[in-house]
């Protein structure tokens, strides 16, 4: 060895160097060799190269082959030199290296397309990776921090040698030189940012571009590039996405002023890697149980945190999960950014596809990061939101594509996940940009001819938002039955994160519109039922009035991942399907079947629930005695929770008259009819107290009824609740009319029911009325006076509550209007009445669980509640009715009867109904289903009044001949409301 040197050290002829290199890169090299005494003969090598520089660089300029040669060599040497430099080996010994390949790489004497071609195979031999080894082992003992980077001559020389050759692609003419340059970098350095040195040293130096610099705007234009082959050879994760975001914010100067399209296409990789690196920290969520829960936090129905958030223990914390979070936070810090936000939405071309795809690709990762605290967006997810060409040239690009052709979405066809992926990506982004917006708009805004001019950006046509609403109609159909379904991509993550993101956003946009829809009608009748899931829904004949129904389907199971050990009781994929959509978007089902369905699952539950009772112990029924006058006081105390455990219980009624004595009359059903149309009738007066009604006489919570009852005012709402939920468990009608607001917070997605400014109209119209012209209020605040605190009447004393914190020392003003519109409204709607609405929607759910009255709207509950608003049909009536001999079809009398009834009012007519069967309207799925079929018997003498038993829906009829008479025993009769003893 020694003899070696003292030969290399002498000679001046290069081509014997020239030998030796070779000798090196066949035999030495190939070998692996990691230390010893043949590195340092190799060092050694290299320490003579540089004595003999000049003449080097000239045979390499010269012939090519030594250029290839020597690279080679370099090449080696460093991946030795790094792997020395991990063990044990003084540093100048490999500072020969070093020195070497800053003489070759770049040399300005060499030729252009020489230096191009070093650069490629240095690259190819993991240059990067081993300068950032060496730049890690000689970095050791400072202090690295994401505020304080090492500055010394060595790391800068370190630095501006690893990114020599990126720069030299960078500029050259060869694209896929400079993505080859741009692939290693990526994998290399970009993504190994979880080390110190390339956190706090590496990525911010890059990022300042002060002592060592890249060519910004060729280095993003390249990675754009590499981005769009389709065959990358990487691929990004969270430290990637890091140090991405981190150099782009840093460069924002550098673009300012030009729209470059290549920042969003990286943002949209960056932020995609987001997914390959699981969460830290999760926390366990427990299912939300029925029982009473006031809480402060905000109502959150939103299904996305079925994709982010999993059961599992919180991580321990260590130095790789806090360097991990540290990342995280200033990625979202990044993405507040404001000039970071103004350069991402300046690049923006609506007009470009790829652009318009790229912005696409952004919002997907930001509605779908699994490192997203809570539900509020990034403000760049609005930023893209509201804007409104973006949206208009989404919706294009989406129509471009087609929707999802049906073939591909029938059961036991073969879905290609592939080709269908951007299409998923781009129909559910415009899903969730448009349910952004829309909540923005009030429906008189919403329903406007004039759109441009509302300034709500929102300016799609009623007939466009129809398309709308009938693509994602037969989108969200077809994709149930590719629910639970084996497909080849159901292994890959994906596919369900995909296929989640689009039904989720699918799902809400039908929501959306369906529920304005419901307010302001612009859909054509029948519009949202589906002919698919309609005959599914008649295959599924099992599931119906079954017990084991599986409420929230998709919260317990993900349809788009295979099924493993899912509790499903033994249902079928039709059925799984069918309590999907039940669960998801029951919209999409005529109101009529859900009806059947809601009808059945109850019936199934009674029946099974009594077969289980003794009815000869006197513990199976609660019993009422209830005096008429104090219908309300005695039902409240004999029907109190602690009395009477289980409402679903059958419920024998005993009236007492005036004098204190039981009335007349055996409680067949009919009794209990009237009582709880009575009690019902009684609790919702508003002069009790309870609840008051809107200008429509509409009902809902007093909220001066904690007033009025101060001691038990959860008791009477909780009570309120019982008794409706009993009356649709027992298939009754009421005469109850609530407003609409109330209704949907009873709807709500939990107890705490919060409904927004849409729904104050149905509250108050005039407050709504004046809340929205502040928005276009374009005098001086200053006149109105308007603070963020409300003046509340309470029984004649006036409170003043503030709005927010100290509220009533600011002043409303045209920056903050808008959050005094909000917050008023959520003053009036939800936290005015928040306990009242929570207690008695515990009622309600003690009887009827929430999620099967979740299937309807708003303005269908009211119709559960209190029957169909359309003329009684009289040929339904007489279709289902029964006689006793002799009457029949064709007898004299039932004739005139017949007659009569078709040519009283309408009124008179649900008199007549309710005389008979205690009930005004008709049951909503037609006379068949009254609990005893309407009856006409004959009674004995003419002069006689028609009397009834409501107890059987028994009409007793005298037999008169003369129509005359007989209409007016009838009306005197119905007219009379004289209780059961009439009878």
Partial sequence: MEQLKSELSSTQDLSRLLHFLRAANIYFFREGSSGGPESRAIFFLCHNMIRLKDACLVECAKDWKSALTMAKFIGGSLELAAAVSLIDCSPSESNSVLRLAEIIIGNETLPKQTNLAVCVFLIKRHFFRSCLTILKSRSNGLTLTSSSTPVGALQLSLLSLLVAPLNILLEGQALDSAKLAMSFFCNQVLSTSREKIVNAFVIRSLAEQSKVKVPVVAFSTILAALISDVEKSFSADIWLCWSLMVLLNQWIRIFIGTRNPAVLRILSFALAGLFSTPTVVVEKVEPVSMQMQIEEEDEDEDMEAVLTVTSAAVAPKTEETETLQEAKKEIEAVLENP???????????????????????????????????????????????????????????????????????????????????????????????????????????????????????????????????????????????????????????????????????????????????????????????????????????????????????????????????????????????????????????????????????????????????????????????????????????????????????????????????????????????????????????????????????????????????????????????????????????????????????????????????????????????????????????????????????????????????????????????????????????????????????????????????????????????????????????RRNTVYGSPYDEEHPTIQLFWKIVQSLSEESKRKLLKFVTSVSRPPLLGFKDLPHKFTINPVTGQDRLPTASTCMSLLKLPNVGDETKLRQKLLYAIESDSGFELS
């Fill in 339 to 877: 000039a970071f936000i103004s350069m991402m939405v300046e690049s923006l071309d609506v007009k470009l596809p790829t652009s318009v795809d790229d912005a696409a690709g952004i919002c997907t990762a930001l509605i779908i990061n699994p490192y997203q605290d809570g539900m509020i967006m990034p403000t760049l997810f609005y930023k893209f939101a509201f804007n409104t060409a973006f949206l208009r040239s989404l919706w294009q690009r989406v129509n471009h594509f087609g929707i999802l052709p049906s073939t591909s979405l029938n059961a036991g066809t073969t879905f290609d996940f592939a080709s269908n992926k951007p299409w998923i990506q781009l129909y559910a982004v415009f899903c969730k940009l448009l349910i952004c917006i829309i909540a923005t708009v009030y429906d008189d805004e919403f329903s406007s001819d004039d759109r441009a001019n509302t300034g709500t950006g929102f300016e799609f046509s009623l007939d466009e938002v129809v398309l709308i609403a009938a693509s994602a109609r037969d989108v969200a159909s077809g994709m149930v039955f590719l629910a639970y379904t084996p497909t080849p991509h159901q292994t890959d993550p994906e596919y369900a994160r995909l296929m989640s993101h689009l039904f989720i956003s699918v799902v809400q946009l039908i929501k959306e519109l369906h529920d304005r829809d419901a307010r302001r009608a612009f859909c054509p009748d029948g519009f949202w039922a589906s002919p698919r899931l309609i005959a599914l829904a008649d295959r599924t004949k099992r599931t119906v009035g079954q017990r084991d129904f599986i409420y929230d389907i998709f919260e317990k199971l993900n349809p788009f991942k295979p099924l493993k050990n899912f509790p499903t009781a033994g249902a079928t994929f039709d059925e799984l399907r069918f309590s999907l959509v039940v669960d998801q978007m029951p919209c999409l089902l005529p109101f009529q079947q859900r009806l059947l369905f809601v009808y059945l699952t109850l019936k199934a539950e009674k029946n099974a629930m009594r077969s289980e009772f003794d009815f000869l112990r006197p513990d199976s029924h609660a019993h009422v005695k209830v005096r008429r006058d104090y219908i309300y006081e005695d039902s409240f105390t004999d029907l109190d929770r602690n009395v009477v455990q289980d409402m679903r219980k059958p419920i024998k009624v005993t009236f007492q008259n005036l004098a204190g004595l039981d009335e007349a009359g055996v409680d067949g059903g009919g009794l209990f009819r009237e009582f709880m149309g009575q009690t019902l009738r009684a609790g919702f007066d508003a002069n009790r107290g309870i609840f008051r009604t809107n200008a429509d006489s509409a009902l809902y919570p007093n909220p001066e009824a904690t007033i009025l009852f101060p001691h038990n005012y959860r008791e009477h709402f909780f009570f309120l609740g019982r008794m409706l939920g009993k009356a649709i468990y027992e298939n009754l009608l009421t005469e109850l009319h609530f407003a609409d607001f109330f209704l949907k917070k009873l709807l709500a997605k939990n107890n705490l029911g919060n409904v927004d400014i849409h729904y104050l109209k149905s509250l108050d119209p005039t407050l709504f009325k004046n809340l929205l012209s502040l928005k276009q209020f374009s005098g001086d605040f200053v006149d109105l006076a308007l603070d963020f605190s409300v003046a509340v009447d309470e029984m004649g004393v006036t409170r003043q509550v503030d709005l927010k914190p100290n509220g009533r020392n600011i002043l409303v003003n045209k920056e903050n209007v808008i959050e005094y519109i909000f917050l008023m409204a959520d003053f009036k709607l939800n936290k005015q009445i928040k306990h009242h609405t929570a207690y008695f929607r515990e009622g309600l759910s003690d009887v009827v669980p929430i999620q099967l009255l979740q299937i309807f709207n708003f303005r269908e509950l009211q119709t559960l509640i209190s029957g169909a608003e359309e003329p009684i049909d009289v040929r339904d009536w």
